[in-house]
């Protein structure tokens, strides 16, 4: 069996951010889960439904790996990833990296790891692997998913071949920290003004407090765009609730990040977005239970009630990412540790 020495193996609520956090802990620098969700300029919403989807899929984030980069660059980190169609050449790569005694970060489809609860095809799952022997290799997932566990080598092989929506061809990544490594809490104005400057200008409809207004709308008919509305809204409603994020699609997550940085700046804009923020986690809750309500008794007048809740939300959440945007105009104070 082949580890790499000196391991953190903490799971953490969201798939990505526990990844990260396992490498960069490596490296010698232990962030919060929420702060680096944050400094990643993490959060997002996408309405994505299509032709080839059995049915509509709500996003609380960046697309898969872009947090990763986005926190890589904010924090001048070194970023090397890899990619090939080889099923060879993907295993030399992670092997290489872990014989010289680094975890190294795995995007994968989590349908075919062994140790999966929810069996739904995710080609943006990312887990940390740090070790391996003749049958298995030995991840760190979320906790949910039970953060130190093992796979298959066949488990696995066939998770990073996987081809589909948001699926990478067999990527692979390693972190490095300069031995110069600035302060990252110099990084929350910008991390947080990028983030609410994407959200509040999406280029699209589906996208930011524009995508999430939509889905309002959208979501009233839902009865109507499945076959099966017993399984398809509450499996919805799940996604929204627990799907790396421990609840509240990523709201959860970047209402910590804000009150972790309300305990470094000095800033009403800051203080704003975190009130607004911590409101709008408790009402996706309730929205997704309206959805998973419709799903179980197919009353439409629940899917309403859900629909009502999201168009608050979109303009709660415009709200709060205005303020936010606000911190960019000036110089927060500093409060002293």
């Known amino acids: 069996m082949t580890t790499v020495m000196d391991i953190d193996a903490r799971g953490t609520r969201h798939c990505e951010t526990t990844t990260l ?5 490596h ?8 702060m680096l969700f944050g400094l990643g300029s993490g959060l997002s919403f996408i309405y994505w439904d299509g032709k080839n989807m059995g049915f509509p ?3 609380g984030r960046v697309r898969p790996f872009d947090l990763t980069r986005n926190l890589a660059t904010r924090l001048g980190l070194e970023l090397l990833v890899q990619e090939t169609t080889s099923p060879r050449k993907a295993w030399e790569n992670v092997t290489a990296s872990i014989d010289a005694g680094h975890p190294v970060g795995l995007q994968l489809d989590s349908y075919y790891l062994d140790y999966f609860g ?5 080609g943006g799952h990312v887990v ?3 070790g391996y022997d003749d049958d298995n290799a030995y991840l760190v997932d979320t906790d949910q998913q039970g953060g130190a566990v093992s796979s298959s080598l066949t488990g696995l092989a066939q998770a990073r071949a996987a081809r589909g929506p948001m699926a990478a061809k067999h990527r692979s990544f390693t972190l490095t920290a300069p031995t110069n490594l600035p302060a990252p809490h110099g990084q929350i104005v910008p991390a947080i003004t990028a983030c609410a400057d994407a959200f509040l200008h999406p280029p699209i409809a589906n996208l930011g407090h524009r995508g999430i207004e939509k889905a309002g709308k959208l979501v009233r008919t839902w009865l109507r765009r499945t076959d099966d ?3 398809d809204l509450p499996q919805a409603a799940l996604l929204m609730e627990q799907a790396g994020t421990g609840g509240s699609l990523f709201r959860n997550l970047y209402r910590d990040f804000l ?14 977005g975190h009130t607004l923020y911590a409101e709008a986690a408790g009402l996706w809750t309730e929205a997704a239970a309206m959805i998973k309500k419709a799903g179980e008794s197919g009353d439409a007048q629940c899917l309403v009630q859900a629909g009502s809740m999201l168009g608050a939300l979109s ?20 409060i002293q540790p």
Do not use: I, N, W
Request: charged share 25%.
């Open 259 to 272: 009150a972790e940085c309300t305990g470094l700046l000095d800033s009403s804009h800051l203080r704003t």
């Open 315 to 334: 303009r709660m959440e415009r709200e709060a990412m205005h303020a936010l945007s606000r911190l960019g105009s000036g110089t927060p104070s500093r």
């Open 57 to 59: 899929f709500l996003g």
């Open 128 to 130: 940390a692997m740090y």
């Open 21 to 25: 956090g396992v490498l960069l802990r």
């Open 27 to 34: 490296q010698g620098l232990d962030l919060s889960e929420p």
């Open 229 to 231: 509305p017993q399984r």
């Open 118 to 122: 929810s069996k739904v095809h995710f």
